[in-house]
């Protein structure tokens, strides 16, 4: 364990019914190493599940100890309160990689939610499958991709999963739940919303395309192809002018401390939209529905946030994406919330919009 970090390492004796087991559950663990944000308190008790069994005593344990959990993939888009939390954090490290299924058409596949999302975006790739490679190098473990249903460049997770498996923590079974019920929307589902907590992800299921992706792309996509001349459209171009644009316009977390995009696009209706217009004749949007997404990117930029380095805070937005913050040299939480109200209230101020938060804050 030592490559996380951790002073203390408890091996627990759990007794589920009359068998005895052992598990390695860690007293005390910051969790800054459990975020992308690296801000936040200390947890009471940290596991890692490597196996459906292993993530069943687990939870069996917390029960049995009246112990709160919350699981986590790599925490790419978590914020941690600075209180801490006095329970156990599971992180689901379950790997899998299977082929379910195969016509002439298409490939069914099924990976543990523990893989890393980007390696298995890579797996379908260099089996020239379709679906995915736009979501390539999003951060993160493929679990937690369907619980804020994960998009860029014109796709979302929404459109290539079938189903999901999961530990319903209600009944204590594992279960599988259908894409049409797990209440997709614009970078949310039931499993942050309605259900937030019931149900942890063990494994998805996607059908991937063995037709290559067809224009017309993402904006930003049809830019690249055509600054670079590429008339070749297969899923290893899209990954690559994926992976090119991201590396232009957003930070590495390996590098600097960051969730992603820190807020959603939000959405609006058109007469308002149309208001806004009038206004700031510039404003970006795209139609959603009967309403309007906005760019919140450029709402920000139009505000003054891009690339700002606020001082008292120790936070900034990224130069290349004003959507983007990244804790420079915060100490706290709170410093990143106080830095987010700064921005939201301007934003209110300014367009008359509510800036919607998109990493979670936890507990
Ligand atoms: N824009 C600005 N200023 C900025 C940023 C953006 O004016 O600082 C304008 C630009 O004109 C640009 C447009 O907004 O053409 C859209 O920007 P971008 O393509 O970067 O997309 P986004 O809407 O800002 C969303 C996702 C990203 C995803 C990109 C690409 C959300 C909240 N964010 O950003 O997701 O990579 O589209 O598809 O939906 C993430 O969720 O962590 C994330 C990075």
Same mark, same amino acid.
Not at 130 to 141: C, D, M, Q, R, V
């Given at each position: 364990i030592s490559d996380l970090g951790l002073s203390i390492c408890q091996h627990y004796n759990i007794r589920i019914g009359s068998i005895m087991i052992v598990m390695n559950i860690v007293e005390n663990v910051s969790l800054r190493k459990h975020s992308a944000m690296r801000l936040g308190g200390e947890t009471r008790f940290f596991a890692e599940a490597a196996s459906e069994d292993e993530l069943k005593k687990l939870v069996d344990w917390a029960k049995e100890q009246v112990v709160p959990i919350v699981v986590i993939g790599e925490g790419s888009n978590i914020i941690w309160r600075?209180?801490?939390?006095?329970g156990l954090v599971i992180s689901n490290r379950i790997t899998d990689r299977q082929v379910l299924d195969e016509d002439d058409n298409h490939m069914t596949i099924r990976v543990g939610a523990g893989e890393v999302w980007d390696s298995v975006v890579e797996w379908t790739v260099k089996k020239d499958l &379709?679906? %995915?490679?736009? !979501? &390539?190098? %999003?951060?993160? !473990?493929a679990g937690a991709a369907?619980?804020?249903n994960i998009g860029a460049y014109g796709a979302e997770i929404s459109q290539s999963l079938v189903e999901l498996s999961a530990?319903?923590?209600?009944?204590d079974d594992f279960i599988t739940i259908k894409n049409k019920a797990c209440g997709f929307g614009y970078r949310t589902s039931r499993f942050k919303?309605?259900?937030?907590?019931r149900f942890i992800i063990t494994s998805i299921t996607l059908r991937l395309n063995k037709a290559g992706p067809a224009p017309p792309f993402y904006e930003s996509l049809e830019a690249y192809f055509k600054k670079h001349k590429i008339k070749s459209y297969t899923p290893r171009t899209i990954r690559e002018a994926v992976i090119a644009i991201r590396a232009i316009k957003l930070p590495s977390p390996a590098k600097v401390a960051n969730n992603g995009s820190f807020f959603t696009n939000p959405i609006i209706p058109k007469n308002e939209f149309a208001k806004l217009q009038q206004k700031y004749p510039d404003i970006k949007g795209w139609p959603h529905g009967d309403n309007v997404k906005v760019s919140a990117g450029w709402l920000l930029e139009e505000a003054?946030?891009?690339?700002?380095?606020d001082e008292e805070t120790g936070m900034a937005t990224w130069p290349?994406?004003?959507l983007v913050l990244v804790n420079?040299?915060?100490?706290t939480t709170t410093d990143l919330l106080a830095f987010k109200q700064k921005i939201q209230t301007k934003i209110y101020q300014m367009f008359g919009i509510v800036l919607g938060q998109e990493p979670e804050l936890l507990p």
């Open positions: 600075d209180e801490g939390f006095s &379709s679906g %995915i490679e736009f !979501l &390539s190098a %999003i951060p993160g !473990l369907p619980i804020q530990l319903d923590t209600h009944s919303t309605s259900d937030k907590g003054g946030f891009k690339g700002v380095h290349a994406q004003a420079e040299h915060a100490n």
